[in-house]
Nanobody, 124 residues
Framework: QVQLVESGGGLVQAGGSLRLSCAAS????????MGWFRQAPGWEREFVAAIRLSGGTIDYADSVKGRFTISRDNAKNTVYLQMNSLKPEDTAVYYC?????????????????WGQGTQVTVSS
């Protein structure tokens, strides 16, 4: 079993930055993939970014490429999402997710474990 706890959300003005953290506990293996998803009010949850813990292969949604950076610290079992040049449309609850196996995927249903989410609000 894996537990995920997100932190770092908050209120920021457009153009600003935030860094989200996802601390994982439990049985984590290097073959895991960690992802970030987000859900805005009235919208379905959508993929943001993912990283393979072994090797560091990364994938981003087109909407965040060039603005967001996902990284990991395997020693701390923590994944980060650095968000720069934030826009009001980035406002959402951001969720950390994990899946076993090497498949790097944007599909929500492929992820086995989820955190509770952290709110990010970007004001215009």
């Amino acid at each position: 079993q894996v537990q995920l706890v997100e932190s770092g959300g908050g209120l920021v003005q457009a153009g600003g930055s935030l860094r989200l953290s996802c601390a994982a506990s439990g049985r984590m293996f290097s073959s895991y993939v960690m992802g970030w998803f987000r859900q805005a009010p009235g919208w379905e949850r959508e993929f943001v970014a993912a990283i393979r813990l072994s090797g560091g292969t990364i994938d981003y949604a087109d909407s965040v490429k060039g603005r967001f950076t996902i990284s990991r610290d395997n020693a701390k079992n923590t994944v980060y999402l650095q968000m720069n040049s934030l826009k009001p449309e980035d406002t959402a609850v951001y969720y950390c997710a994990a899946r076993s196996g090497y498949l790097l995927t944007q599909r929500e249903k492929e992820y086995d474990y989820w955190g509770q989410g952290t709110q990010v609000t970007v004001s215009s």
